[in-house]
């Protein structure tokens, strides 16, 4: 559990706004007994989820292990936000997989959007996924010529239009003299991340699928062709197993352990604002994002607040770093000085060295899709196809994650030491650049 306020002496888990705002409520049991599935996931996020709904589809058995409830982990927890492309810019994810896979990679970040939107239309899983669009946005002047090479690419490789924004048009977006440039891509989504991840448990128990939640996996053993997960109470056997865990796989995974970085991040939501004051910060209602190493996002909420998130400060937060988030929102919109904040919560985003998700198998031969660094609110729903595709040893929809290794990330036997000495490095970039 890394996300907690000081009360007195006593650090309390909060809620989030999401949690406090759902509209799915259906609770599943704890596992008692001694049961078998043809797959047997770990992790009751979107990419455990998604990966039961494209296999029950197909008439496959799966039962999902939580050890919590459905959507704690990271899915529950996040921004909302579904924005195009990867945590690298677009010349950056040309230069690591070249023009071809990159088009390609472009195009799969749509397509991913577009699955979670027909998945929530399909089942109506009451969500409020809407295309909102997205701003990149920079403080530095100098940012603008990036954003024109990038502006430059995507039109060039990807056929899409993305817009360079200042002055009069980048207040069109964005009610602040803190930004001096952005970039505008409309075709970005946002969503209730937890009504969807709920939503699509819902479904997919209702196809047949068996949910244990309170369920934590503790021991892996595979004997022949069979995994046996142990946990607390029960026994899962099964012919395949998924590892769904991502930001927070621990040492039963030693694979995942040493390959997935957490980083942790932070948001608060303000009190429910009047139409006209969001109407004036944000008038478009697009994602909102910071291009700095410890990226600061934000955005408004259907129940017309406006969230606002950090990366990458270390864990577990304390009352100092709602205050830092505060003052960082008031910074951007000082028109807010004086909001209340109702909401305060954080979790754990799981990264890899090269900064895009990995789809592999461990040495017992169990399948994972891990680090998807930041950008796995769409993805992870179609890495859920893919995980589906490699057990029914299907054609892939996408190969490039399957193909890539998860490397090592150093010094990771000493992840707190790690994140906070990351943590020091960025803050003092940012403060350079
Ligand atoms: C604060 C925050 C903001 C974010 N904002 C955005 C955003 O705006 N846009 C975006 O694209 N991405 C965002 N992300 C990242 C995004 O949420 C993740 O990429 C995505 O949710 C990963 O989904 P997942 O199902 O793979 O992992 P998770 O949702 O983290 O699920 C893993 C689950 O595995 C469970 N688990 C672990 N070990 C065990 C075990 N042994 N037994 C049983 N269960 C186990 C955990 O309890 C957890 O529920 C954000 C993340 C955070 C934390």
Redesign the pocket.
Known sequence: MYVYIVKGDVEVETATLWEATSKYKRTYPLLQEHITADVVI????????ASSYYLQNKGVHTVV????T??????????????TGYKLSAAETIKRWGVDKAKRLDQYALDCNKAVEEIAKKHQIDCAVRMSGHVALSKNSKKQEGFERSKELIAKHFGRDVKVLTGAALQEEINTDYYKVGLMDPLSYQFQ?LDY?RGLAEVVHDLGAEIYEQ????DIQKNGNTFTVT?ENGIVTAKELIF???????K?TPELHKGVFPL????IATEPLDQETLETLIPNDR?LYDTINLVN?FRRTPDQRIIF?G?GIGYPARQAFKDELYMLLTSVFPQLKGVSIDYF??????ATVDKFPVIGRTSQGAYY??G?????????TL?GKLLSQCILNEERINSTFENTPLKTVPLYTNKKFLVNAANLYFRLMDKLG
């Open positions: 770990i992790g009751g996020g979107f990419t455990g989820i292990l939580e050890q919590h459905i959507g704690w982990g990271a899915s529950g927890r996040n921004g909302g936000m579904m924005n991340p991840v369920t934590k996996a503790i946990t769904a865990t991502d930001g927070y796989s621990e039963i942790a991040s932070f948001i994602n996002y998130g990366s919560w954080g979790g754990i985003i799981g899709s891990v998807y660094t930041g950008h796995g609110a769409s993805q992870s890495h």
